[in-house]
């Protein structure tokens, strides 16, 4: 039944992921300036774009740091300890 299920939510990613649409992620003004700039010769448009990915980036940068952090704080470590078998007193 597991491997069932793992072979049908692997089916449904990989018919969604080829059947989606191209998305443009830009205002359609800067889309606009990015396109006149481009054919008119200038480099701003590149510059856009690169600014866009670099954008994109510190997020992801952000939490792969923090998840980095907490793994490193947080995994299981391989102590042995000696605790005798006696009652502890509390009180």
Excluded at 36 to 57: F, R, T
């Amino acid at each position: 039944m597991r491997n069932l299920r793992i072979i049908l939510v692997g089916f449904i990613l990989i018919v969604a992921s080829l059947s989606s649409n191209d998305a443009f992620a830009q205002c359609s003004m800067c889309t606009l300036n990015a396109e006149n700039s481009v054919q008119n010769g200038n480099s701003e448009g590149k510059g856009l774009n690169k600014g866009i990915l670099y954008l994109l980036a510190a997020p992801y940068l952000a939490i792969a740091g923090v998840g980095f952090l907490w793994y490193k704080k947080y995994r299981r470590k391989n102590i042995s300890m000696n605790i005798k078998d006696s009652k502890i007193n509390l009180n």
